[in-house]
């Protein structure tokens, strides 16, 4: 296969090389794309060199498949040009999300909707990928009647210049302030700008993308995201609330069974998911399973993943190798 990867030169981008490497594809040439400002930059992927191009460069290269971690804009403007080239595009962006005719995967969930039409193929926000992850299960045998959902979300989510922010502080240096204010030693209770209702763009993807990946429309969803000063992954404190009653024995041999899903849940040798044990892995961990007692059919869990990995690049990656074995990508 040939790949073009756009916003090669970016956080994700480099994580998306990462997984790629790692991954089963058979992987002949990598044709990286970014801003005219990273033009000529050397991208390293499986001891070869690649001069990262421009983007209407990388189309007329004609690659069998496109990964776009470059932000919306780009996405918006471009993912159309490669589709109409009949290049299928995996774009790690908010564009295409919840556009009516595109399709939001996360290949463990519904993978199976995607046919050699679908050029371009929405990969669902970081926070959202691990919620659904252990949602889906848990709805089809229990059916969800409420999400309340509190994110701890890795300043990686950011990007690099949050990183540098973050380091610059801890070494007591000046950053470039990309958060408005200072993330080291502190919690922002904002993920994204804010909407005029209040809630961040980040707290209403979480809503609206799990109303659509689990196929539940009028889903009860709400969600409060929290930037921390964490270098690993997102954590999410869940509230569930079921339509049927549920015995947590069950719960956790359901979750201990669900492909990607890693139960982490023994309070008494103190094992439970934290986003330092996350690192670098591509499972969405679950623990701190109880009962809530404050209201009839409800549960608690606590859910960690790597947002670069299973919440970006690796859930991207795991797309593509689901096109290249339907054979869609060929077709």
Not at 27 to 53: L, M, R, T
Not at 71 to 86: I, T
Request: glycine residues 6%.
């Amino acid at each position: 296969m040939r790949i073009a990867l756009v916003g090669a030169t970016g956080l994700v981008g480099r994580k998306m090389l990462e997984v790629l490497n790692e991954s089963n594809l058979k992987i002949s040439e990598i044709i990286p794309a970014a801003s005219e400002n990273s033009k000529g930059k050397i991208i390293h992927f499986q001891g070869n060199d690649y001069v990262v191009c421009t983007i209407p460069e990388a189309i007329a290269a004609k690659p069998d498949a496109a990964l776009f971690s470059a932000g919306g804009s780009v996405s918006l403007e471009w993912a159309p040009k490669f589709a109409e080239a009949g290049i299928p595009v995996i774009d790690n962006s908010s564009a295409w999300r919840m556009h009516e005719d595109i399709k939001l995967v996360v290949p463990e969930i519904n993978a199976n909707l995607l046919t050699a039409k679908d050029k371009i193929i929405a990969n669902p926000n970081c926070s959202t990928i691990q919620l659904v992850m252990v949602l889906n299960p848990l709805h089809k045998k229990y059916g969800l009647k409420r999400v309340i959902v509190s994110t701890y979300q890795s300043i990686t989510g950011t990007g690099a210049k949050a990183v540098a922010q973050f380091e610059a502080e801890r070494n007591g240096t000046t950053p470039e302030m990309i958060y408005k204010y200072t993330i080291d030693k502190n919690c922002i209770p904002q993920c994204d700008v804010f909407a005029e209702d209040g809630y961040t763009k980040e707290e209403l993807k979480i809503v609206n993308e799990t109303r659509k990946i689990l196929g539940i429309p009028n889903l009860l969803v709400t969600a409060t995201a929290v930037r921390v000063p964490v270098v690993g992954g997102h954590s999410e404190s869940v509230n569930l609330e079921f339509e049927n009653e549920f015995d947590l024995e069950d719960v956790r041999n359901l979750l201990s069974n669900t492909k990607g899903v890693v139960l982490q849940d023994n309070p008494a040798s103190f094992s439970y998911p934290m986003p330092l044990l996350a690192h670098d892995k591509d499972e969405v961990f679950v623990g701190r399973i109880r009962r809530d007692f404050s209201h009839p059919k409800s549960l608690n869990l606590w859910v960690v993943s790597d947002n670069l990995r299973k919440g970006a690049a690796t859930n991207a990656v795991q797309i593509l190798e689901y096109l290249n074995a339907a054979a869609i990508v060929a077709d």
